[in-house]
């Protein structure tokens, strides 16, 4: 089965920067996403990255994240720059084995990280 491991989380200021990795063991690498989940609120598409490089933003971020794989597909990063409060969730990293029509859509992922937490104060 394929496991997915995030980390790189923890607590930093307005307009500074964290590096999110995902690692995965198994064979494939497929599409992989990130999502987050703030307190009292739905999971949300963050970015996602196909098996082609391709890449995929969520409005709220596009321009701050930026998603990105190591060379040899076994990691996966997101690099968040310019931090808000309001970016302040757990991030989850996620993946799909098949061909992904919607990324940011939550069923398009069958293996799931347990998530690391991004806290950002003001």
């Known amino acids: 089965q394929v496991q997915l491991v995030e980390s790189g989380g923890g607590l930093v200021q307005a307009g500074g920067s964290l590096r999110l990795s995902c690692a995965r063991s198994g064979r494939t690498f497929g599409t992989m996403g990130w999502f987050r989940q703030a307190p009292g609120k739905e999971r949300d598409f963050v970015a996602a990255?196909?098996?082609?490089?391709?890449?995929y933003y969520a409005d709220s971020v596009k321009g701050r994240f930026t998603i990105s794989r190591d060379n040899v597909k076994t990691t996966v990063y997101l690099q968040m720059n310019s931090l808000k409060p309001e970016d302040t969730a757990v991030y989850y990293c996620?993946?799909?084995?098949?061909?992904?029509?919607?990324?940011?859509?939550?069923?398009?992922?069958?293996?799931w990280g347990q998530g690391t937490q991004v806290t950002v104060s003001s």
């Open positions: 996620a993946r799909s084995g098949g061909i992904v029509g919607t990324p940011s859509r939550i069923n398009e992922y069958d293996y």
């Open positions: 990255i196909t098996w082609d490089g391709r890449n």
